[in-house]
């Protein structure tokens, strides 16, 4: 067990890792703020350094121990001397960098980074301390390595990426540094880096683990996040804009079918709406069809129908179990990020070690191709109310492609949809999973792998394509709340609208509207929608379901009772901060 040393993570400018703590969020927002400087907490060093205490007398001759004293992959087989075990590791790192494509962002690498150090300083890993030092250095003195996207396996663990990182710590490869690319040896010299010098388990300890594909997923999960909660202040937008009903998301009902992703769905959106002048009571839209029922001789064909279409109506059962996923995938993913992933590990208070598969990525792999489906189920729904707006058959008094002056001579906004179509597409292509995909190799020894940073690549890809259909579908609902009435907005489409409108003004006329696509997206990544409306009605939307901490359901007749605090793990995921 290792033990748990309680410190705050990040705070001011300073991230401090202890290997047990680190969330998603300071993970994230550590790796994209290039002033925040990382540490390690100082009671992890002394079992840094026993571990690797333990790794020298080992590596003596005393055990046979994988990647110690002995070859890797497919000539596992081949025992090593003692002092080849310098020569080795850095041949075992030259060996696995062989990623190509073009190269991830230095925001993701730096990411990878964080993670990887937080995994090491558990101290079971056999790194030497100096040489998780200069690990740390290359980290605050902004040493970013090169790492080219396509090519990992994601069994064992981040082969390549991680190579790409640990050749530069050595001196070879290359880095970029201050805007510029450098040999990885003139990087380090001109930060004022020591390389290191590997020794038995260093370079499998560097390069033998899940941190890129985690750092990714953590990256792609922190975004689908704010994306899914920006997703309801538009949706509520666009159910005021359609004069859809807004009884369909009252609490009492999503009690009675139980899910937490859909009763926090229903209480955002309910919140959402609230003070709107837009939306239709179905229980006055009753009593004025009950009289038309009574008068009326022979069928009768309504002008307002009962009922709003599935995209509207069913807004909660579509989106809340992408809620769910999204929360199953943060509580794996912070396990992982606060994990030992390598292999062996060492255990210096019980003088052993134990050989294992922890460097395997299918606890990411899996996650992040639901992230890519239940994200996708977002542009679909977001596409559909899209389509409404474009139909004015369906959009409730609503000009045809919400093109209201010169109809015809000008063409609204048509041309917006077959952009969001065709994104569309695209998810769901990228929804063919990559965790059941593996192709063995290394002479049948890796002989199944996860392809776990092809899952958050993947993953990554739709959550861009759902920030362009959202952003299209917050102009459709801005450009109808003008021809409605924007003082009938709730206060929270008011301040969506006011949002949209900042970027483009209501269309008049026809004109090329790529570039406010393009920043309505970007604005919706950032998170700065979800800011602004949870500013305005001081409440904070929620992720998933977590006001109650026990449910009953009755099964079968019998009762099965649920702690929905169970499955909310770990900290940093309550409804607070992005991952509220």
Same mark, same amino acid.
Request: hydrophobic letters at 40%; one cysteine or more.
């Given at each position: 067990?290792?033990?748990?040393?309680?410190?705050? $993570?990040?705070?001011?400018?300073?991230?401090?890792?202890?290997?047990?703590?680190?969330?998603?969020?300071?993970?994230?927002?550590?790796?994209?703020?290039?002033?925040?400087?990382?540490?390690?907490?100082?009671?992890?060093?002394?079992?840094?350094?026993?571990?690797?205490?333990?790794?020298?007398?080992?590596?003596?001759?005393?055990?046979?121990?994988?990647?110690?004293?002995?070859?890797?992959?497919?000539?596992?087989?081949?025992?090593?001397?003692?002092?080849?075990?310098?020569?080795?590791?850095?041949?075992?790192?030259?060996?696995?960098?062989?990623?190509?494509?073009?190269?991830?962002?230095?925001?993701?690498?730096?990411?990878?980074?964080?993670?990887?150090?937080?995994?090491?300083?558990?101290?079971?890993?056999?790194?030497?301390?100096?040489?998780?030092?200069?690990?740390?250095?290359?980290?605050?003195?902004?040493?970013?390595?090169?790492?080219?996207?396509?090519?990992?396996?994601?069994?064992?663990?981040?082969?390549?990426?991680?190579?790409?990182?640990?050749?530069?710590?050595?001196?070879?490869?290359?880095?970029?540094?201050?805007?510029?690319?450098?040999?990885?040896?003139?990087?380090?010299?001109?930060?004022?880096?020591?390389?290191?010098?590997?020794?038995?388990?260093?370079?499998?300890?560097?390069?033998?683990?899940?941190?890129?594909?985690?750092?990714?997923?953590?990256?792609?999960?922190?975004?689908?996040?704010?994306?899914?909660?920006?997703?309801?202040?538009?949706?509520?937008?666009?159910?005021?804009?359609?004069?859809?009903?807004?009884?369909?998301?009252?609490?009492?009902?999503?009690?009675?079918?139980?899910?937490?992703?859909?009763?926090?769905?229903?209480?955002?959106?309910?919140?959402?709406?609230?003070?709107?002048?837009?939306?239709?009571?179905?229980?006055?839209?009753?009593?004025?069809?009950?009289?038309?029922?009574?008068?009326?001789?022979?069928?009768?064909?309504?002008?307002?129908?009962?009922?709003?279409?599935?995209?509207?109506?069913?807004?909660?059962?579509?989106?809340?179990?992408?809620?769910?996923?999204?929360?199953?995938?943060?509580?794996?993913?912070?396990?992982?990020?606060?994990?030992?992933?390598?292999?062996?590990?060492?255990?210096?208070?019980?003088?052993?070690?134990?050989?294992?598969?922890?460097?395997?990525?299918?606890?990411?792999?899996?996650?992040?191709?639901?992230?890519?489906?239940? $994200?996708?189920?977002?542009?679909?729904?977001?596409?559909?109310?899209?389509?409404?707006?474009?139909?004015?058959?369906?959009?409730?008094?609503?000009?045809?492609?919400?093109?209201?002056?010169?109809?015809?001579?000008?063409?609204?906004?048509?041309?917006?949809?077959?952009?969001?179509?065709?994104?569309?597409?695209?998810?769901?292509?990228?929804?063919?999973?990559?965790?059941?995909?593996?192709?063995?190799?290394?002479?049948?020894?890796?002989?199944?792998?996860?392809?776990?940073?092809?899952?958050?690549?993947?993953?990554?890809?739709?959550?861009?394509?759902?920030?362009?259909?959202?952003?299209?579908?917050?102009?459709?609902?801005?450009?109808?709340?003008?021809?409605?009435?924007?003082?009938?907005?709730?206060?929270?489409?008011?301040?969506?609208?006011?949002?949209?409108?900042?970027?483009?003004?209501?269309?008049?006329?026809?004109?090329?509207?790529?570039?406010?696509?393009?920043?309505?997206?970007?604005?919706?990544?950032?998170?700065?929608?979800?800011?602004?409306?949870?500013?305005?009605?001081?409440?904070?939307?929620?992720?998933?379901?977590?006001?109650?901490?026990?449910?009953?359901?009755?099964?079968?007749?019998?009762?099965?009772?649920?702690?929905?605090?169970?499955?909310?793990?770990?900290?940093? $995921?309550?409804?607070?901060?992005?991952?509220?």
């Amino acid at each position: 067990v290792v033990p748990v040393v309680v410190c705050p $993570m990040l705070t001011d400018n300073k991230l401090v890792l202890n290997g047990t703590s680190l969330s998603i969020e300071d993970l994230v927002t550590a790796g994209r703020r290039w002033d925040v400087t990382v540490e390690v907490h100082p009671d992890c060093w002394d079992k840094i350094a026993r571990c690797r205490a333990l790794v020298d007398k080992y590596a003596a001759g005393e055990k046979c121990i994988y990647g110690v004293n002995t070859s890797c992959g497919g000539l596992v087989n081949y025992l090593l001397p003692k002092e080849s075990d310098h020569e080795f590791q850095q041949n075992l790192v030259r060996c696995v960098t062989t990623q190509v494509g073009p190269l991830l962002p230095d925001e993701l690498v730096r990411t990878t980074m964080i993670a990887r150090t937080n995994s090491l300083c558990r101290g079971l890993s056999g790194i030497k301390p100096e040489n998780l030092r200069i690990y740390i250095d290359m980290i605050n003195k902004h040493v970013v390595p090169c790492i080219p996207q396509l090519g990992s396996l994601g069994a064992s663990g981040d082969l390549g990426p991680l190579g790409c990182i640990a050749a530069v710590a050595f001196g070879e490869w290359k880095a970029h540094f201050k805007g510029e690319e450098f040999s990885g040896k003139d990087a380090m010299e001109k930060a004022g880096i020591p390389v290191m010098h590997l020794n038995a388990k260093e370079g499998l300890s560097l390069i033998n683990g899940t941190s890129c594909m985690v750092a990714m997923a953590c990256s792609v999960l922190y975004d689908a996040v704010i994306t899914v909660k920006t997703a309801d202040v538009i949706a509520a937008t666009s159910i005021q804009a359609l004069c859809g009903r807004s009884n369909p998301f009252d609490l009492r009902v999503h009690a009675q079918k139980y899910h937490p992703g859909q009763f926090a769905t229903a209480r955002n959106l309910g919140i959402l709406l609230k003070g709107n002048a837009l939306t239709i009571d179905e229980q006055e839209l009753s009593n004025s069809l009950a009289d038309v029922l009574r008068r009326m001789q022979g069928v009768k064909v309504s002008d307002i129908p009962m009922e709003d279409s599935y995209s509207i109506r069913c807004t909660p059962q579509v989106i809340g179990p992408t809620r769910d996923a999204l929360h199953y995938a943060c509580s794996a993913l912070e396990r992982e990020i606060n994990s030992s992933n390598d292999n062996p590990l060492i255990f210096p208070d019980e003088d052993t070690f134990i050989h294992n598969g922890h460097f395997h990525g299918q606890c990411i792999s899996l996650p992040m191709d639901q992230v890519a489906s239940a $994200m996708t189920v977002v542009g679909v729904i977001s596409d559909r109310r899209i389509d409404r707006f474009m139909d004015s058959d369906h959009s409730v008094g609503l000009p045809p492609f919400l093109c209201r002056e010169k109809t015809g001579i000008r063409m609204g906004l048509m041309g917006g949809q077959f952009m969001t179509s065709s994104l569309v597409a695209e998810c769901r292509t990228l929804c063919v999973p990559a965790s059941i995909q593996s192709v063995p190799s290394t002479a049948d020894f890796q002989d199944i792998v996860s392809f776990g940073l092809i899952a958050g690549r993947k993953a990554r890809d739709v959550v861009r394509n759902v920030c362009y259909i959202l952003a299209f579908e917050a102009l459709c609902a801005a450009q109808a709340a003008d021809m409605r009435g924007v003082e009938r907005l709730s206060k929270s489409g008011k301040v969506l609208y006011d949002a949209v409108r900042e970027t483009i003004p209501y269309m008049k006329e026809d004109a090329v509207y790529i570039d406010a696509l393009e920043t309505l997206a970007t604005r919706i990544r950032s998170g700065e929608f979800v800011r602004r409306v949870e500013d305005a009605l001081g409440e904070k939307l929620w992720l998933v379901d977590e006001s109650r901490s026990q449910k009953e359901f009755i099964i079968h007749g019998t009762f099965l009772s649920l702690s929905v605090s169970a499955l909310h793990v770990s900290q940093g $995921m309550g409804n607070s901060g992005v991952f509220g």
